[in-house]
T-cell receptor, first 115, second 114 residues
Framework: GAGVSQSPSNKVTEKGKDVELRCDPISGHTALYWYRQSLGQGLEFLIYFQGNSAPDKSGLPSDRFSAERTGGSVSTLTIQRTQQEDSAVYLC?????????????FGPGTRLTVL | GDSVTQMEGPVTLSEEAFLTINCTYTATGYPSLFWYVQYPGEGLQLLLKATKADDKGSNKGFEATYRKETTSFHLEKGSVQVSDSAVYFCALSDLNSGTYKYIFGTGTRLKVLA
């Protein structure tokens, strides 16, 4: 597709369950970012990939959060043993590369609700 | 660390009014500055950007000038429309932080009344 896509668009889960969120970046974009948008915290950075490696994981809030990227394309953000405070909109963005200050293009987000 | 401070909302204006949304930043290096807009039910869209001091970004009638001396990047529009109702986010990107991750402001909700 032409833009960044994310799936699912909405996810409702029970506390303690694991969830996987998927991001498909724009074709050819080597840099990929995950952010979280929540009422209490605003928009916060989680993790950044350049290719398949993650040089910056500093925003992951706990070891229950992990992410991977394969083939330099699709990325999956996994949250284990979800808690109610994990409820938020998870945004993915991609940019052409991370070596220049390039514009990031955002996906529509996945709204996660933990009951 | 780097940070972005944005004026609190919501901002309510009548159609054709002048808009200013203030944004100031703190950064150790020379960041690039961005304004993103989030329309109801939609994702973040780049509105405009500036990459160095005194640059002016502009798009759809919106403008913002990168002011290094005042560390500001205020968003302005001369005449707002109902369709401009959205949440506006100021952001910076600074390689000195280690990556080009964005640091966002808290967002300012704009409501334009007909």
């Amino acid at each position: 597709g032409a833009g960044v896509s994310q799936s699912p668009s909405n996810k409702v889960t029970e506390k303690g369950k694991d969830v996987e969120l998927r991001c498909d970046p724009i074709s050819g974009h080597t840099a990929l970012y995950w952010y979280r948008q929540s009422l209490g915290q605003g928009l916060e950075f989680l993790i950044y990939f350049q290719g398949n490696s993650a040089p910056d994981k500093s925003g992951l809030p706990s070891d229950r959060f992990s992410a991977e990227r394969t083939g330099g394309s699709v990325s999956t953000l996994t949250i284990q043993r979800t808690q109610q405070e994990d409820s938020a909109v998870y945004l993915c963005a991609s940019s052409l590369d991370s070596f220049n200050t390039d514009t990031q293009y955002f996906g529509p987000g996945t709204r996660l609700t933990v009951l | 660390g780097d940070s972005v401070t944005q004026m609190e909302g919501p901002v309510t204006l009548s159609e054709e009014a002048f808009l200013t949304i203030n944004c100031t930043y703190t950064a150790t290096g020379y960041p690039s500055l961005f304004w993103y807009v989030q329309y109801p039910g939609e994702g973040l869209q780049l509105l405009l950007k500036a990459t160095k001091a005194d640059d002016k970004g502009s798009n759809k009638g919106f403008e913002a000038t990168y002011r290094k001396e005042t560390t500001s990047f205020h968003l302005e529009k001369g005449s707002v429309q109902v369709s401009d109702s959205a949440v506006y986010f100021c952001a910076l990107s600074d390689l000195n932080s280690g990556t080009y991750k964005y640091i966002f402001g808290t967002g300012t909700r704009l409501k334009v009344l007909a």
